[in-house]
């Protein structure tokens, strides 16, 4: 009789088990008849499944034509292309490049060439080396997020943008907005930027004032300014937990880990680790701004604040 009753409910388990699959599987199959492409299914009182426009799966969009990441994104963050809405959405890139068909990590251009007034976003970067030929012009309310920004010897954990070997010397890899005063609510947060032993900048803040910030960067092998905040960046920031390290490059007089100039305030710099291990560049920090704090300072190997 235990034997028996034991079997009975083995049987009994496991038909809750196949109605559960089967009512997943038909809520599957209901949201993928009432969504749009890359959409995820929600539910609405009135229409029941449907499709959030809020969150768009960047992966969906991958096709031979559109065979790097950035393209993918730039077919996305297109209005004219009827996926992104105006009020704007999460974008989540973090399938790729492990989506069919297969996708590069090497770019072709910038994600937002060509597009004229890209609505709002936040872009979820994936794990591992995206390779730019070219700056990075973030607009207005664009919040760009990584996997994670730590680099060691040998190891790259996490995202990280790197220069190509086209990439114009002495420019930014990543720039906020394209003109003076024209954005607000620009932040990257969560990655890397190698500069591959070459004379280019890291972030360069010319533009974007209140609610713009960096948290949790790391730049590396960049011989020209790390981070560079001028001109109309008022009440921009915090620029946070920032790591800047040669490894074992050279720098020269137009080396400097990070450069505050010419505005009347920021909400200051918190948490920066400058590392050079040969031909120590003339100054670690330039500040010509009043109203900025810079606190929690790790200099190694470079002359300190001026």
């Known amino acids: 009789m235990r034997c028996a009753a034991r079997l009975g409910s083995a049987w009994m388990s496991l038909?809750?088990?196949?109605?559960?699959?089967?009512?997943?599987s038909a809520f599957a199959t209901l949201a993928n008849a009432q969504g749009t492409q890359g959409q995820d299914a929600v539910y609405n009182s009135s229409n029941g499944v449907v499709g959030s426009s809020a969150f768009i799966d960047a992966g969906m969009f991958a096709t031979s034509q559109r065979a790097n990441i950035c393209a993918v994104l730039n077919f996305v963050l297109n209005p004219l292309n009827g996926i992104i809405t105006s009020a704007g959405a999460v974008i989540d890139a973090r399938g790729i490049p492990g989506i069919t068909p297969p996708v590069s990590m090497t770019c072709t251009a910038s994600p937002w060439a060509g597009i004229t007034n890209p609505p709002a976003s936040t872009i979820l970067l994936p794990s591992g080396t995206i390779v730019i030929p070219s700056k990075w012009v973030l607009p207005s309310s664009t919040h760009l997020i990584g996997e994670g920004s730590t680099l060691s010897a040998g190891f790259t954990p996490g995202t990280t943008l790197q220069v190509s070997?086209?990439?114009?010397?002495?420019?930014?890899?990543?720039?906020?907005?394209?003109?003076?005063?024209?954005?607000?609510?620009?932040?990257?947060?969560?990655?890397?930027?190698?500069?591959?032993?070459t004379f280019v900048n890291g972030i360069e803040n010319a533009n974007a004032g209140d609610l713009s910030y960096v948290d949790h960067i790391a730049m590396v092998r960049i011989l020209g300014t790390g981070l560079w905040?001028?001109?109309?960046?008022?009440?921009?920031?915090?620029?946070?937990?920032?790591?800047y390290d040669l490894v074992g490059y050279s720098g020269n007089s137009s080396t400097?880990?990070?450069?505050?100039?010419?505005?009347?305030?920021?909400?200051?710099?918190?948490?920066?680790?400058?590392?050079?291990?040969?031909?120590?560049?003339?100054?670690?920090?330039?500040?010509?701004?009043?109203?900025?704090?810079?606190?929690?300072?790790?200099?190694v190997g470079l002359k300190r604040c001026k």
């Open 15 to 24: 038909g809750i088990v196949g109605v559960l699959l089967c009512g997943l």
């Open 165 to 197: 070997s086209s990439f114009t010397a002495y420019t930014p890899m990543i720039q906020f907005g394209s003109s003076s005063g024209c954005c607000s609510a620009i932040s990257v947060e969560k990655l890397a930027l190698d500069g591959g032993g």
């Open 229 to 243: 905040v001028h001109g109309t960046a008022n009440n921009s920031g915090p620029y946070s937990n920032i790591t």
């Open 256 to 299: 400097i880990c990070a450069n505050i100039n010419g505005l009347s305030g920021t909400r200051g710099i918190h948490g920066l680790s400058c590392t050079a291990e040969n031909n120590d560049p003339p100054a670690a920090v330039l500040l010509d701004s009043s109203n900025n704090s810079i606190e929690d300072v790790k200099i």
